[in-house]
């Protein structure tokens, strides 16, 4: 007898279980707000639960109410920590989502469906730990960016100080039809720049500032990765590449013209 009312009592605790465990909303549920720019996510563990938005673009969360959890037929109850406001919500035809019966305190529709997620419930403070990390090291990085190019500026103004007998603007020699006209400005004030343009419509192809460097032996200019050394010629009116695997001449424009003269900067440019 005490064997079989043991066996009664444990059958009946197992039901009771089981009866909670159908009523368990432990999860995360989404809902999309209208415009689909940001998700709210309803996160539920244990008697705790939180709501926090979440950016569709960049995935950045943001707490937005916490709230103490209970069930009570079959309903889960959520109660703000910091006002008298509660949230209802059941669950779901398919067994997994919830509906809010009176999401209007969140300002959306009372038949919304909070979408199961099957990632949750989340470590939401985890979470914003790990979110306070990334912005710290995206601001490092951003710092140390600022850094380098104060630096590569400062360089390049002590370098500038240097371009006296260079200054002035510069034409490409084409060697052939299928050259663009490239114009090189260099000037202690304004450094180096590049324009590219096509050679029968004068349309821009792309434009740079290079990087450079003075030195006895000539003028070195950043061309994407490489870096093409320049003699001057002694007239000061040619600069020719020394270290370029084809040759390659700048031609010194007439200070008196203006290259922005199509029909000029082509008769200086050459067409071979």
């Given at each position: 007898m005490r064997n079989f009312s043991r066996f009664v009592s444990l059958a009946l605790a197992s039901s009771v279980l089981a009866g909670c465990g159908?009523?368990?909303f432990t999860g995360a549920y989404r809902y999309k707000l209208p415009g689909g720019e940001r998700v709210m996510v309803l996160n539920v563990h244990g008697d705790e639960a939180e709501i926090f938005g979440e950016d569709v673009n960049d995935g950045r969360i943001k707490p937005l109410v916490k709230m103490n959890v209970s069930v009570k037929d079959k309903k889960l109850l959520l109660d703000d920590v910091n006002s008298s406001e509660r949230l209802a919500l059941t669950r779901n035809v398919d067994e997994q989502s919830v509906d809010c019966l009176n999401c209007e305190v969140?300002?959306?529709n009372d038949a919304s469906v909070w979408k199961y997620d099957p990632q949750g419930p989340y470590d939401l403070e985890q979470m914003l730990k790990d979110q306070a990390l990334k912005d710290e090291e995206a601001l490092n990085a951003e710092l140390l960016k600022m850094q380098e190019q104060i630096y590569e500026q400062a360089q390049r103004d002590e370098e500038a100080a240097k371009l006296g007998q260079y200054e002035g603007d510069w034409v490409y020699q084409r060697t052939s039809k299928q050259d663009?006209?490239?114009i090189m400005t260099i000037w202690r004030k304004s450094q180096i720049k590049r324009w590219s343009f096509r050679f029968e419509t004068m349309d821009r192809i792309g434009q740079e500032v290079p990087g450079f460097e003075v030195s006895d032996v000539g003028l070195k200019i950043k061309?994407?990765?490489?870096?093409?050394?320049?003699?001057?010629?002694p007239d000061n009116q040619v600069l020719t590449c020394t270290s370029c695997n084809r040759p390659e001449r700048w031609v010194k424009a007439d200070p008196k013209k203006d290259l922005s003269d199509r029909h000029y900067a082509r008769k200086m440019?050459?067409?071979p």
């Open positions: 159908s009523e368990d969140l300002g959306i663009p006209l490239i061309v994407g990765s490489e870096g093409l050394l320049y003699s001057l010629s440019a050459g067409n």
